[in-house]
């Protein structure tokens, strides 16, 4: 018990810092390579290359982590040489020529590694928290990561602005490897269950085994479809705010703000949510919210039309990661979790590397345009498209989980409402009956802060 306390401890220390390197790294990493004069074609090759070196190392990977007796070791040395590796990207502008070679290098170093880290952590976590706590437990921990990478994101955005040009793109990717390294460090402090691989490593029988699982099988074929209709916007959507709406870097930190703030409180109700109803149903509903973000997209032609977007995509991707990471969980148990898990990201891999070489060809093709749309235009309608239908593949084909009660879609979604209307009407009820409000929110957040570091104790 308390090597799991401990583990679960380390688990929102290690999320906390990996959130704060991602948010700024997926945030700025096309918009850095647009400051370097990347192409909208070079910019989709940046980000799908790496991918490739991603999916080739994740199964090698995976039989490493479970040939390995010291997962917690392994994570914390490939999270130093990918993580930490952000501080070579950091330097980038001080090359004389081949700026943009140079970055899809060091890009590409880190994505090799960091497809360790995955089966890792995947495997690790799997042992440290107990089953029937995943929803509440990644919940707040998921709401703790949020917070600190709105954070992250909001000053690095003003360090943009403030520095302007490249120096400030070294700066902020000199902080992220800094959060890299920390990751690393408390990957160190994970407890470890005296794992051993049990049987012995067979590529073809774990394979068949893998693609037999019918439930398993089913869900990371609609993930693929799903990932490829996000992958074909997602690294474009920054792009899109600041060339083609001539928004400054701030408008990116806001945007993302916003987004996180809507999310917050999502994470926590829907673990809850999805503890008591269905993981599957939560991320149904979700995927359905978040395949119309590159849809409204089309519409907006400011900044600030991006607002209510970012407040929908903060909600639907909150619910959305938790309920799909806690799915995968659930699907893969016992001691081959992290060559399924590994199987998992391959795919998801191989979509990240069609979708922005996909995206980026659309923009490039299609820049006089096409159906009354711009390129960037057409882009997003195709990623909608693709979206929709893995929306509808989910609710049509995903197989509820073992020894869970089966709750419609439908019924899930009433549930939801009738939860966000009741949390909005306390909220109203709070800020008309106390005169202390700040200390009420302090009071709130810091018994919440307290329950994510102290996962086993009693909940009222």
Not at 70 to 85: I, V
Not at 169 to 195: D, H, M, N, Q
Not at 386 to 408: G, Q, W
Not at 438 to 456: A, D, G, T, W
């Amino acid at each position: 018990m308390d090597e799991q306390k401990q583990g679960m401890r380390y688990g929102v220390f290690e999320g906390v810092s990996a959130s704060m390197m991602f948010a700024i790294t997926n945030a700025y990493l096309t918009l850095f390579a647009l400051a370097l004069g990347a192409t909208s074609l070079e910019i989709g090759m940046i980000v799908a290359i790496p991918a490739i070196l991603s999916m080739l190392a994740y199964l090698p990977a995976a039989y490493i982590v479970e040939s390995s007796s010291h997962r917690n070791r392994l994570a914390a040395a490939t999270a130093f040489l990918s993580r930490g590796s952000w501080l070579l990207v950091a330097v980038v502008p001080l090359f004389a020529a081949g700026r943009l070679f140079w970055l899809l290098a060091f890009v590409c170093f880190l994505s090799l590694f960091d497809s360790f880290i995955g089966p890792s952590w995947a495997s690790l976590m799997g042992d440290i928290v107990p089953e029937h706590r995943r929803g509440r437990y990644f919940g707040r921990r998921n709401t703790l990561c949020k917070i600190a990478a709105l954070a992250t994101v909001f000053i690095a955005g003003f360090v943009l602005d403030f520095f302007g040009g490249l120096t400030g793109f070294s700066i902020i990717f000199a902080a992220a490897g800094v959060f890299g390294l920390l990751t690393a460090f408390f990957f160190s402090r994970f407890p470890e269950f005296k794992y051993r691989a049990k049987e012995r490593i067979n590529i073809s029988i774990d394979t068949r085994g893998a693609f037999s699982n019918r439930m398993f099988r089913r869900f990371i074929l609609m993930m693929f479809v799903w990932q490829l209709g996000v992958s074909i916007s997602a690294p474009f959507m920054n792009v899109f705010i600041v060339k083609e709406m001539g928004a400054a870097y701030y408008w990116v930190s806001i945007l993302i703000l916003v987004s996180g703030i809507a999310g917050i409180a999502g994470p926590a109700r829907l673990g809850s949510m999805a503890d008591r109803f269905s993981h599957r149903s939560i991320m149904i509903i979700c995927a359905f919210g978040a395949a119309f973000i590159p849809l409204l997209y089309i519409f907006s032609t400011a900044p600030e039309h991006i607002i209510p977007v970012s407040i929908l995509s903060g909600i639907a991707w909150a619910g959305f990661d938790l309920a799909a990471f806690n799915y995968l969980l659930e699907t893969t148990r016992g001691k081959k979790r992290a060559i399924y898990s590994a199987f998992y990201w391959c795919f998801l891999s191989l979509a990240a590397i069609i979708g922005p070489m996909t995206g980026g060809m659309m923009i490039e093709m299609f820049a006089s345009g096409i159906l009354g749309l711009s390129g960037f235009g057409f882009m997003f309608l195709m990623s909608w498209i693709v979206r929709m239908l893995a929306a509808l593949l989910l609710l049509k084909f995903l197989l509820e989980l073992p020894d869970r009660r089966f709750y419609s879609t439908r019924y899930v979604t009433g549930e939801l409402v009738v939860i966000g209307f009741s949390h909005v009407w306390g909220s109203f009820h709070l800020i008309k009956e106390t005169g202390s409000i700040p200390v009420k929110i302090m009071e709130r957040v810091s018994s919440f802060v307290r329950r994510s570091l102290n996962p086993f104790k009693r909940e009222e």
